[in-house]
């Protein structure tokens, strides 16, 4: 179980992370999400006991980090935004590394590397450089060091970026499976990634939590979520859009698309109402052609938007300090 | 100190596992060899020691261990991969004696392979070898203290040229001050203990006791407290500029 309470860390007058609290529990897969820069990495950081907060405790697995890092750090796997590695280093020995800082026991190193490397199937380039691997491998060993001690809690920032497809579906599959006696926390920005993989989703932007429950409500949250959308064959009919609106429990009707030749509208429920069978009973009595109907399930990407843009900063001063110029400035 | 073991393996492992380190046991060869037996005047001198060897040896460190020790902390924060070596669960302590001690044992290995100058002088004549012992104690200490700096220094710069640099002109004062000419110089216008006890801070100063083959513990504890203080900085220095 993972335990934040109040966590707070400010980068000179960058308030990064903002009296931030969450509870993860064992067997839930929590999804951060948040714009770039909203404090997902720098939440993680702290979390896995590299950044050290400026107000505010966590506790992993009934450690407290600030009191007693080393056995926090002992629960957890994690793998660091962009997966560093010692690129002079193989997979084989990047893990034995590992396996020896993790204090594994010398016996059992070598199975639990095959394991790793089994999981994420880097038998391949077991013996290769580091440096010499593309980027998707390169992510994948990072995977393999998170979970080769098997660890009870995950922290994965962003684990499926500068993957291919087919090898983001096998890293979801090996999350789910994993899932079941762990506490796994992974940021992204698919939102879709969200609701293949997460039973919870917790959005934050700037430092803030903005929302947090089942991937689920943060649909049905979508102004979208319960419209119908209806396409006729060609044009729309004349009457339709007028008939429409004036059924029971239609809120509104708009257009589905901008232009003068309408090919369909959707209908805006009234709050709570579901409206499929009075738009499909009213389409057949008067006989419509019609080429597509269906519900909306709401749109993710919609309610990011309406969530994330509420508190947005109308355009950053020059006073605070921006990203590209923090990255410019090398300090000595 | 957890995590000294594991972090002083992986480090001998980049050591001996890149080209870069052979070049650089060879160019330390050469140039020991170079200033010895031609800068030293070994033949004329008709004396079997390695006095020359050793007067040498505080010099070429100026130069090869900040090359050694700029990469120690630089790169590991520049790739990022301090985040990594950090969430593990090692000590912060144990992750900057571990890194200084691989260091310091290549530069152990590199003066073993020295001892062929040994070997030599023990054919041409009759050497006082616990002097040429203390020698080496003395060029071992010498080293681990330039690295204790280059280890500091490291940790305060990404930039492996800045550290080289920074660590090169730490180096150079802490040796000078120890000097005759310049101890000379600030005699002109300082009091006499503070000139004593800028003497005392020298690495030359002490490195010469030792190298005398006069075993004073003050001069050992002097070179050990000295890398314990400076690593002490190190971990304070890393734990203020890992995440920045
Ligand atoms: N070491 C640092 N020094 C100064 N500012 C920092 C530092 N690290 C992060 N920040 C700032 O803190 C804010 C949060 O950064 P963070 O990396 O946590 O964002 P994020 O949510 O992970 O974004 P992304 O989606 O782009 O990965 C950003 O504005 C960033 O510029
Ligand atoms: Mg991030």
Redesign the pocket.
């Known amino acids: 179980m993972i335990e934040i309470q109040h966590l707070s860390k400010r980068?000179?007058r960058?308030q990064?992370?903002d009296d931030l609290s969450l509870t993860v529990l064992p067997g839930e897969v929590l999804g951060f999400l948040?714009?770039?820069?909203?404090?997902?990495?720098?939440?993680?950081?702290m979390v896995t006991g590299f950044l050290r907060p400026d107000k505010g405790s966590i506790v992993v697995q009934g450690h407290d980090m600030a009191k007693d890092p080393i056995a926090a750090k002992a629960c957890i796997g994690y793998l660091p935004?962009g997966a560093p590695l010692y690129p002079d280093m193989t997979p084989q020995t990047l893990l034995r590394f590992a396996a020896r800082a993790r204090s594994i026991p010398a016996e059992k190193q070598a199975g639990a590397i095959d394991r790793a490397i089994g999981l994420l199937e880097l038998e391949g380039v077991r013996h290769q450089r580091i440096e010499t691997l593309s980027k998707g491998f390169k992510r994948r060993v990072g995977l393999a060091q998170a979970i080769l001690h098997d660890p009870k809690v995950l922290i994965l920032?962003?684990p499926t970026d500068g993957l291919d497809p087919n090898q983001k579906d096998q890293v979801r599959e090996l999350i789910r499976s994993m899932s079941a006696d762990k506490v796994i926390v992974l940021?992204t920005?698919i939102l879709e990634e969200v609701e293949a993989v997460c039973t919870r989703a917790a959005i934050?932007s700037e430092?803030q939590l903005r929302f947090n429950g089942k991937p689920s409500e943060l649909r049905e949250n979508s102004r979208y979520a319960g419209a119908v959308e209806l396409r006729f064959e060609g044009q729309a009919p004349a009457d339709s859009f007028l008939t429409l609106s004036n059924l029971p429990g239609v809120e509104r009707v708009e257009a589905l698309e901008e232009s003068d030749y309408h090919q369909g509208w959707r209908l805006f429920p009234k709050a709570g109402t579901p409206i499929l069978h009075a738009v499909s009973d009213h389409v057949r009595s008067h006989g419509w052609q019609v080429r597509d109907m269906h519900v909306d399930r709401g749109r993710l990407d919609d309610v990011f938007r309406e969530i994330t843009r509420s508190g947005m900063a109308p355009s950053p001063r020059p006073s605070q300090?921006?990203?590209a110029q923090?990255l410019a400035q090398e300090e000595v | 100190m957890r995590g000294m073991s594991v972090v002083l393996r992986r480090e001998l492992g980049a050591y001996f596992g890149t080209p870069v380190a052979y070049v650089f046991l060879m160019i330390f060869l050469v140039l020991t060899g170079a200033v010895t037996w031609y800068l030293g005047n070994f033949y004329e001198m008709n004396q079997a020691d390695l006095r020359p060897f050793f007067a040498y040896h505080p010099v070429l460190y100026l130069a090869l261990i900040p090359a050694l020790s700029m990469r120690m902390w630089a790169e590991e924060r520049r790739s990022g991969t301090v985040e990594s070596l950090f969430t593990l669960p090692i000590t912060m302590g144990g992750a900057v004696v571990g890194k200084f001690l691989a260091a310091w044992i290549f530069i152990g290995v590199a003066l073993l392979l020295t001892t062929t100058n040994w070997i030599s002088v023990a054919f041409l004549g009759e050497p006082d070898h616990g002097i040429i012992l203390a020698g080496y104690l003395g060029s071992f200490l010498m080293a681990g203290a330039y690295l204790a700096v280059g280890s500091l220094v490291s940790a305060l710069t990404k930039n492996q040229v800045i550290a080289f640099v920074l660590s090169l002109v730490a180096c150079l004062t802490l040796f000078l001050v120890g000097q005759a000419g310049v101890l000379e110089f600030f005699g002109l216008f300082l009091p006499e203990n503070i000139v004593d006890w800028f003497s005392s801070l020298s690495l030359y100063t002490h490195f010469i006791a030792i190298s005398k083959g006069v075993l004073d513990p003050r001069d050992l504890i002097f070179f050990v407290s000295l890398i314990a203080l400076l690593l002490y900085a190190n971990a304070v220095a890393i734990d203020y500029t890992k995440?920045?």
Not at chain 1, 34 to 45: E, Q
């Open positions: 980068f000179g960058l990064a992370v948040g714009p770039n820069g909203a404090g997902k990495s720098t939440t993680m950081k935004e920032d962003e940021s920005h934050i430092g300090p921006q990203p923090a | 995440a920045r």
